[in-house]
């Protein structure tokens, strides 16, 4: 799989700008001031663009699972479409699969990747054995690690309980202080499969809207493009001590804080609501 720190571009949904006004400008700041271009697509019905736009997989190839989440049962006018999204430059169309699986359940690096037990309930009629085989095929990795879901969680999703910081380091949400039976759980799957972990601080705030949790103390939602970490701040929230653990741990990445309290208490933070990608560039 195409990791972070491969990719070079990004995107979001052209409701951005105008539902977060205060951090699309800081965001687009960040990112301009930087070479980069925010790139926007049409047609979506949330700001949520990780989680309905295909895996890229290769330089060249792509991959579509069917979006059709749990947590947006009852509520199709804003269940995005993918194939009704335009504005996305890609040079050859997704593979599609018949699966059913959200991109932000998808933490990949190299040859492996993660999800968590989510898939089981979206494919309820494929055995775990024959699923988990169709995604690894479908990603093109050797290892899918499957990890427990976050306990209360209707979203489910990899992108808010672990990242991956190089092939073989993840970096994880410190668990055993408000949930130390998820913790151990999490802790075991991560080691049986023999991935190097690290742990930041975490500390979930309580709070919904529209039935879904608030992301506000999730720091592990950050947007990481190349040599680029913009991370979640929450106010005077326990900022610093999680942004010199990441820059410590990565010495080469500019690591960015930005302000995200408004964004995560609707139940995302920056993976969330951006699609990365490595494409060719304009010269």
């Given at each position: 799989?195409?990791?972070?720190?491969?990719?070079?571009?990004?995107?979001?949904?052209?409701?951005l700008?105008?539902?977060?006004?205060?951090?699309?400008?800081?965001?687009?700041?960040?990112?301009?001031?930087?070479?980069?271009?925010?790139?926007?697509?049409?047609?979506?019905?949330?700001?949520?663009?990780?989680?309905?736009?295909?895996?890229?997989i290769?330089?060249?190839?792509?991959?579509?699972?069917?979006?059709?989440?749990?947590?947006?049962?009852?509520?199709?006018?804003?269940?995005?479409?993918?194939?009704?999204v335009?504005?996305?430059?890609?040079?050859?169309p997704?593979?599609?699969?018949?699966?059913?699986?959200?991109?932000?359940?998808?933490?990949?690096?190299?040859?492996?990747?993660?999800?968590?037990?989510?898939?089981?309930?979206?494919?309820?009629?494929?055995?775990?054995?024959?699923?988990?085989?169709?995604?690894?095929?479908?990603?093109?990795?050797?290892?899918?690690?499957?990890?427990?879901?976050?306990?209360?969680?209707?979203?489910?999703?990899?992108d808010?309980?672990?990242?991956?910081?190089?092939?073989?380091?993840?970096l994880?949400?410190?668990?055993?202080?408000?949930?130390?039976?998820?913790?151990?759980?999490?802790?075991?799957?991560?080691?049986?499969?023999?991935?190097?972990?690290?742990?930041?601080?975490?500390?979930?705030?309580?709070?919904?809207?529209?039935?879904?949790?608030?992301?506000?103390?999730?720091?592990?939602?950050?947007?990481?493009?190349?040599?680029l970490?913009?991370?979640?701040?929450?106010?005077?929230?326990?900022?610093?001590?999680?942004?010199?653990?990441?820059?410590?741990?990565?010495?080469?990445?500019?690591v960015v804080?930005?302000?995200?309290?408004?964004?995560?208490?609707?139940?995302?933070?920056?993976?969330?609501?951006?699609?990365?990608?490595?494409?060719?560039?304009?010269?």
């Amino acid at each position: 799989m195409i990791a972070d720190w491969q990719k070079n571009t990004v995107f979001f949904s052209d409701l951005l700008p105008d539902r977060k006004k205060q951090l699309w400008a800081e965001l687009s700041s960040i990112l301009t001031t930087r070479g980069i271009v925010p790139h926007l697509v049409s047609g979506t019905r949330d700001i949520w663009v990780r989680d309905f736009l295909p895996i890229q997989i290769e330089a060249d190839r792509f991959v579509q699972f069917i979006y059709d989440p749990g947590y947006l049962c009852g509520v199709d006018e804003v269940r995005t479409v993918p194939a009704e999204v335009t504005g996305l430059p890609l040079r050859t169309p997704a593979i599609t699969s018949p699966l059913v699986l959200d991109g932000g359940n998808v933490v990949g690096a190299g040859d492996r990747a993660i999800v968590t037990e989510k898939v089981y309930d979206e494919n309820p009629n494929i055995p775990k054995d024959q699923l988990r085989e169709e995604i690894r095929a479908a990603l093109g990795i050797r290892e899918l690690i499957v990890i427990p879901r976050e306990p209360y969680d209707p979203i489910g999703h990899a992108d808010g309980v672990l990242r991956f910081l190089n092939d073989e380091l993840v970096l994880v949400n410190a668990y055993r202080a408000c949930d130390p039976g998820y913790c151990r759980r999490l802790d075991a799957v991560l080691a049986r499969h023999n991935l190097q972990t690290e742990k930041i601080p975490y500390r979930p705030q309580s709070g919904s809207t529209d039935g879904i949790p608030s992301a506000i103390g999730n720091f592990i939602n950050f947007l990481r493009l190349g040599n680029l970490l913009l991370l979640p701040n929450y106010g005077n929230f326990g900022n610093a001590s999680v942004f010199q653990i990441i820059s410590d741990l990565l010495p080469d990445t500019e690591v960015v804080p930005i302000d995200c309290t408004e964004l995560a208490s609707c139940g995302g933070v920056l993976n969330c609501c951006s699609w990365t990608a490595s494409l060719p560039q304009s010269k």
